[in-house]
């Protein structure tokens, strides 16, 4: 499971990057389990951003994967088709990335929302970065 201070630590790092691209976003950190760990909304960050940064999170963590990958996966065509209309919803573009450690076990996820969809991308990376060992 994520600690505490490793949650803080990705918060911090998204942060950082979201503050360098003149975005205010809204980063939330789940446990492996989708439950709440951490959680900043940026001065000005938009209010409706803040479920789906945490919506993101929770895809990322409830599927071990980054969110615009399980979007392959639901559009027209792809092999699973009308996922995200499955466990209450899930949010599948970018920005939601799962978090793992030394030994690439999944520990958590970060979601980010507030900017662009790239934007997003950029700041959840940099705060899964944070992690890396």
């Known amino acids: ?25 809204n980063i939330a950190v789940l446990d492996a389990g989708a439950h709440m760990k951490a959680f900043v909304r940026m001065d000005g960050a938009l ?6 940064a945490v919506s993101k999170a929770r895809t990322a963590a409830l599927f071990s994967m980054r969110t615009e990958t399980i979007g392959e996966f ?47 991308l950029e700041i959840a990376q940099a705060a899964a970065a944070a992690l890396a060992v």
């Open 47 to 52: 209010l409706g951003s803040i479920d789906i």
């Open 1 to 25: 499971m994520i600690t505490a201070e490793e949650a803080r630590s990705v918060i911090a790092a998204g942060e950082a990057r979201a503050k360098e691209i003149g975005v205010a976003a």
């Open 74 to 120: 639901c559009k027209p065509g792809g092999t699973s088709f009308g996922l995200e209309q499955t466990n209450g919803g899930l949010v599948v573009f970018a920005g939601g990335i799962p978090l793992t450690d030394g030994r690439k076990i999944v520990i958590g996820a970060v979601g980010v929302s507030g900017g662009a969809v790239a934007q997003d």
